[in-house]
């Protein structure tokens, strides 16, 4: 008789412990789906679709001077279009080369030699970058001046003759 007791009293404790468990899982169950509930689904962004262009934008054309800060204005087209024109602010570096325009940056070889005919010596450059879709030539070519073409005294000589006058000088003094 107590056995039977005890095996029913065990008996309920796994029913209770069982629907426990399922109460539980149940209860998960109502959480996750609720929060997934709650979760709005983002509308999908609706593509326009206009018939305004491309910007199309102008050198930058510094405040003051030909570099440092400056405007540039920007231009497109369109019958729909809302705003067809606009400035932007730009900076044009100093230091760049102006010569090839300024907003064209270019990776400079060393010096070649100096060509005795023309008396100049050149380098060419490659375009290292462009700003805001300039128009840049790929290759660009310098040349400067060689500087002073002397032909070289023999110093060792030159020396040698000094010396030997100023010990003749002492010499007779």
Request: glycine share 6%.
């Amino acid at each position: 008789m107590q056995i039977l007791r005890m095996q029913s009293q065990q008996h309920l404790q796994q029913r209770r412990k069982f629907a426990a468990a399922f109460l539980a899982f149940i209860f998960i169950l109502a959480a996750v789906d609720t929060a997934e509930a709650g979760k709005k689904e983002k509308p999908e962004k609706k593509v326009k679709k206009s018939d305004c262009g491309e910007w199309q934008w102008s050198v930058c054309v510094p405040t003051s001077g030909d570099c440092g800060l400056g405007t540039r204005e920007g231009t497109r087209t369109g019958a729909e279009c809302k705003q067809t024109m606009k400035t932007q602010r730009c900076k044009i570096p100093c230091n760049w080369k102006k010569q090839f325009g300024a907003e064209c940056k270019y990776q400079f070889q060393a010096w070649g030699e100096c060509d005795l005919n023309t008396a100049l010596k050149t380098r060419t450059g490659s375009l290292k970058r462009a700003l805001h879709n300039a128009d840049c030539q790929k290759t660009v070519t310098v040349s400067k001046p060689c500087g002073k073409l002397t032909k070289p005294k023999p110093q060792a000589e030159s020396k040698k003759k000094k010396k030997e006058g100023k010990k003749q000088e002492k010499m007779l003094d």
